[in-house]
């Protein structure tokens, strides 16, 4: 049953890293009276990289959820357990949950550090971005 526990916490992170992408999002920048409208391709290119390195990656700080909510869902769930008999069975479940609650908080909040660091980013060169 633990073995089970971990790959559907294993799934359920694989799944959510998927959601939480960062590829793909672009922000929408108005080139009306844009006096920089000539630099907005290079500038998205050079927003996008400098928004992924501030923000740590989605899927490493999904990652990292994980593993913390995993280990503190691990040991809620072995004390509720011991209460009803089965510390083992408590601490698996709860591992589970944790991992994936973990994991989603995580990814979500990289998301949207990404999406501000970029939108900052493209603001910050002059370009009017859609918010």
């Given at each position: 049953?633990?073995k089970?526990?971990?790959?559907?916490?294993?799934?359920?992170?694989?799944?959510?890293?998927?959601?939480?992408?960062?590829?793909?999002?672009?922000?929408?920048?108005d080139?009306?009276?844009?006096?920089?409208?000539?630099?907005?391709?290079?500038?998205?290119?050079?927003?996008?990289?400098?928004?992924?390195?501030?923000?740590?990656?989605?899927?490493?700080?999904?990652?990292?959820?994980?593993?913390?909510?995993?280990?503190?869902?691990?040991?809620?769930?072995?004390?509720?357990?011991?209460?009803?008999?089965?510390p083992?069975?408590?601490?698996?479940?709860?591992?589970?949950?944790?991992?994936?609650?973990?994991?989603?908080?995580?990814?979500?909040?990289?998301?949207?550090?990404?999406?501000?660091?970029?939108?900052?980013?493209?603001?910050?060169?002059?370009?009017?971005?859609?918010?």
């Amino acid at each position: 049953m633990k073995k089970l526990s971990i790959n559907i916490a294993f799934a359920g992170v694989l799944l959510l890293s998927g959601c939480a992408s960062q590829t793909g999002w672009t922000p929408t920048v108005d080139s009306y009276n844009d006096p920089n409208a000539f630099r907005i391709n290079q500038d998205m290119a050079e927003c996008k990289q400098l928004a992924s390195q501030s923000s740590g990656g989605t899927a490493k700080e999904t990652m990292i959820g994980a593993g913390v909510g995993g280990l503190v869902g691990g040991a809620g769930g072995a004390v509720v357990g011991a209460f009803t008999g089965n510390p083992g069975m408590g601490a698996a479940i709860g591992a589970a949950a944790g991992g994936l609650g973990g994991a989603a908080k995580q990814g979500f909040s990289a998301e949207e550090r990404y999406k501000n660091a970029y939108n900052n980013c493209m603001g910050g060169r002059g370009h009017h971005v859609i918010r």
